[in-house]
Structure formats: C-alpha cells, structure tokens
C-alpha cells in the first residue's frame, strides 16, 4: 500500500485493452499505477511517455519480485491468463484477470483454489456487470417491473477483431452469459449452439447459440466478428414490460415498452381472443459512468476493505463451465449440452455417464 492507502497495481498487457484499464487505475483515487508490462519495447516506451512515475518491464517475474505490489492487472491473450494469474496468486498478489479468467473450467478451479488458500481477491474482469444500464435492467428485473421473463435476444456483433487464439464464443460470449447469469440469478440449464468459421480454418467467427433456464426463460445470442456494422442491442420480453438496451447509445440505451399480450378468460366454449397492449415508451436516466471505473473500485474496495466483489470468481467460472457446454454442442453437430453449476462434477465425464445411462 502506498502512505496514503492506495493499492499499488501493475498492469500486465497494454496492447488492446491494457491501456483503458491502465487509465481508470491512474485515475482511481483509491488506487496507484505502479507498473507496467508487455513484452514489446515500444508499448512500454508509450506507457512511460503517459505515466512518468510508473516503472516498466519485459519481464512479469520482475513486476511480482516487486514486495510493495499489492495488485496485478492482466489483460494479455485468454491463452495466458491462467499462468500469469496463477503466478501472481502464488507471489502473494491480488489479481484482477480479464474475461474469461482461464480457457478451462479446471483452470478457472484452480485460480480460485489458489485464491482462496492465500486470502486474496481474485476479481474477472467481466465489465458489464459494471455498466449503469445493466445495473438498471437488473433493477427493473428484482422489482417485478417486467414481471416473468418470457425470453432475451442478444446481438454482438461487429467486423473483427478476430483474435489469434480464441473463437468468437471465448472472445464474446462472455460479455452476454455473464449479463444473462447477473439479470436472472443463474447460468442457462442448457445450450444449443451452432458456429461457423469462415475465415481463419477451425476459429469460428460466427455463432448462434440459444440457451434454456430453469426458470422457464429462453435466450438466443448472436456473436460475430464478421457483420457490416456494430451491433449491441438486447430485447427482454416479459409478461408486464419490455425493454431495448442499445450499448451502442448514450443518448437512450434503455428503453422501457408498456406493451404485452395477455389472453383473457373465454367467454363461451372454443372462443380464443388475445389482448394486445401497447402504452408508453419510457426512457429511464441512466448515469453516465465508465464500468471500467467501477469495476476498478470494486476490486480496490474489495482488497481494502474485504468486501465481495460484484464479479465473483464464482461467476467467472459459471461462464466459463457454459461456454464449454458451448462447444460440447458444437462438437454435436449442434445437440443440446447441459450445463453444469460451479462445483459439480466434471462437465465431460458427467455428460458421457448420462449418456451412458439413456443407452
């Protein structure tokens, strides 16, 4: 810790994504920006011409050698996360990991082992549940406003980036399962998924996946890095209200609907006349706050403090264990997959016993 309290956090990763994170953790006041890492010389020359005061290194080792390090900030390719955070776990570091935390359920276990063991914070970096509209629909949802979630359409697409060792499911998915497990309190029962890859060979691009839960709802994503323009947009159908949430707008990117269909009590035998309903659209204040910001103070708080982090290690592994479900149906030529809490049993070996079993 610094004199003044603040958590001293290296960022690990200034390529795509470590450079915002880097700016939100410099201008935390709860938090200071002590080092950097990348392995290219000139990255590193561009972070000390922005942060003078931080210190810099090609080599993560050095940056966790560092015993005045309170904090680790990893934002390197998905295939790396478990290393560097397993290391930064062992040295005594809390670690916030961008999503997904790990590339396996196993591995996401043993971060959380390992976490757990030395009594540090261990927070994925699934940024939405940070972002005020998903915070507000999540309120609206927990008040009854849009009553039974009959089902959720989400699209997420846009023309690349393609990432070098990661499919559209790894890279995107996460962002609306995690949104998904945070509105309705679980992870989807089960998953339907079909994928193509259709420009780098065995790297699917494009996925449709749809997805049941307990509680009755449905939900159908589409992720793509191939589409002629970028696309954020949510519609939640319920049995009172329905909701548009475009990311893509600040102007109004939650829109509330008044409108449904109800199916009164028939007045004589075999008479069937649905009710339509179509009132007001309303467009509730949403504050503008960066999520990165918030999830940057959640992850300081949460080492000071002791609190529980919003993004738990729970839900980091949730996602992860659906994403496989993800591609076990896509192994299946698009067969339904369960999905398995955090905690059970091994997806695969549970999956073939059923299997099994039916015969």
Known sequence: MTADGRVQIGIAGFGYWGPNLARNVAASPRAQLAWVCDLRPETLAAAESRYPDIRTTTRFEEL??????DAVVIATAVSTHYELAAAALDAGKHVYVEKPMASSSTAARDLIRRAEQRSLVLLPGHTFLYSPPVLKIKELIDAGEVGDVYFISMSRVNLGLHQPDASVVWDLAPHDFSILRYWLGAGPSKVVAMARACVVPHTPDVSFIHARFDSGTIAHLEIAWLAPSKLRRTAIVGSKRMIVYDDTTSAEPVRIFDAGATLPEPDSFGEFQLSYRT????????????????????????????????????????????????ERSLAAGGAPARCFPAGSLEPVTSELRDRAAAG
């Open 64 to 69: 966790l050698d560092d015993p005045s390090l």
């Open 279 to 326: 009132g007001d659209i309303l467009a509730p204040k949403i504050e503008a706050t960066e999520p990165l910001s918030l999830a940057i103070a959640d992850f300081c708080q949460a080492i000071l403090e002791g609190t529980t982090p919003r993004s738990t290690p729970q839900t980091g592994l949730d996602v992860i264990l659906t994403i496989e479900a993800v």
